[in-house]
C-alpha cells in the first residue's frame, strides 16, 4: 500500500482477527484470521500481518482485547499472551489504542442492520437508551453502550453463576469441585459448553469430557448428552441475558454476540429462550420490553474497531 492505513485487530482467547481500512473507507480489507497458538509473543502476530499484507504505511492500530484494558499491562487470560501498551508502541513506532473486545462489540452495534441480527420476540430499539452486549467465545464478554455513545465497561464474565432450579444447582455443585467459585464464564463459553457436557455425564454415572466442537456435533447428531448441554447452555444464557439487561439498565436492547452462538441455532427454539429471558419475577413486564438479539453480522469486532478510531 502506498497510501497510510489503518489496521485493526480483534484479539480473543483462541484467534486474532486482523484487517486493514484506508483513511477515507471503512471497509475491512485483507482480513486475516491468526491462531493465538501459533505464535509465542502478541507482537509476532502484528509483525506477521503487516507483512503478509504488505503495508508499508500505517497510521494507527486498534487492539480489542479480550482482557482487562485500564492498565499499561494487557495481560489475556485465556491464552498465553501479555503485553505492554507503551513496549508495544516504541518496538513498532506506530500510535496504538487498546480498548476491551467487548467494548469493540457494542461499538458496533448501532451500525448493525436488520439483515445482521436475528430479533427474538416483538420489541424493537428505541433510540436514547442503553444496549448491552454480551457473548461466549472462548470466555464471555460483557459491555454496555449508553447513550451519547460512551462505553461502560465490564468484567461480567466473572460475576458467580447462579443456577435456576434443581438440575443447574446439580451441575453448580459438580462443578464447585472443580472451580471452587462457579462464574458464568464457566458455563457460557468455548470450554463452558464442555463443562456441561462433563458434568451432565456425571449426573449419568460416567465421567466424559469432550472439545466444544466435539459437543456441538454430538448434539447435532442426536447424542443425548450433548443435547442436554446445548440445551443448558441456552437456558443458563437467556437467564443471563436477561440478569444482564435489568444490571445494565439496557431498555434499548440485549445484543448476544460472540462465535459460539451462531454454530449452536439448528433446533434453537426463540420463544422458550425469550421466555427464559423475561422470567425475572416482578421485573418479567420489564424484560418482556426489552429488545433482545443474536448478532449475526461477519467480524463486529473489527468493526467496532474502525468505530473507535472514527471518534
Not at 42 to 53: G, L, P, Q, S, V
Not at 292 to 310: D, F, N, S, Y
Request: hydrophobic share 45%.
Amino acid at each position: 500500500m502506498n497510501s497510510p492505513v489503518k489496521i485493526v485487530a480483534d484479539i480473543g482467547g483462541t484467534n486474532a482477527r486482523f484487517a486493514y481500512v484506508s483513511t477515507d473507507s471503512d471497509e475491512l480489507l485483507c482480513i486475516e484470521i491468526l491462531p493465538s497458538a501459533d505464535f509465542p509473543q502478541f507482537i509476532d502476530t502484528i509483525r506477521h500481518y503487516i507483512e503478509h499484507a504488505q503495508l508499508t504505511l500505517i497510521d494507527t492500530i486498534c487492539l480489542a482485547v479480550a482482557a482487562p484494558v485500564s492498565q499499561d499491562w494487557i495481560d489475556f487470560g485465556n491464552n498465553h499472551w501479555a503485553f505492554s501498551r507503551a513496549e508495544l508502541h516504541e518496538a513498532l513506532g506506530i500510535p496504538i489504542t487498546v480498548i476491551n473486545d467487548f467494548d469493540a462489540q457494542a461499538l458496533c452495534i448501532e451500525g448493525l442492520v436488520d439483515s445482521e441480527l436475528m430479533w427474538i420476540g416483538d420489541p424493537r430499539p428505541s433510540e436514547g437508551l442503553v444496549k448491552a452486549v454480551l457473548g461466549p467465545g472462548t470466555g464471555l464478554g460483557v459491555s454496555a453502550l449508553i447513550p451519547g455513545g460512551y462505553i461502560v465497561p465490564s468484567e461480567g464474565g466473572n460475576t458467580g453463576f447462579s443456577p435456576l432450579d434443581d438440575h443447574q444447582q446439580a451441575v453448580h455443585e459438580i462443578l464447585r469441585q472443580r472451580y471452587g467459585r462457579v462464574t458464568i464464564e464457566h458455563v457460557l463459553s468455548g470450554i463452558g459448553l464442555s463443562n456441561l457436557y462433563w458434568a451432565n455425564s456425571k449426573l449419568l454415572g460416567h465421567d466424559r469430557e469432550l472439545r466444544p466442537a466435539e459437543v456441538t456435533a454430538k448434539a447435532q447428531n442426536g447424542d443425548s448428552c450433548s443435547v442436554k448441554a446445548v440445551d443448558d447452555f441456552f437456558a443458563i444464557l437467556a437467564a443471563v441475558a436477561g440478569d444482564i439487561a435489568l444490571m445494565m439498565g439496557a431498555n434499548g436492547g440485549v445484543y448476544i454476540s460472540g462465535g459460539i452462538v451462531p454454530r449452536l441455532l439448528e433446533g434453537f427454539d426463540a420463544s422458550v429462550f425469550r421466555r427464559r429471558f423475561n422470567d425475572k419475577g416482578r421485573a418479567s413486564d420489564l424484560c418482556a420490553s426489552i429488545p433482545l438479539a443474536i448478532v449475526l453480522a461477519q467480524h463486529p469486532g473489527l468493526r467496532g474497531c474502525v468505530e473507535a478510531l472514527k471518534r
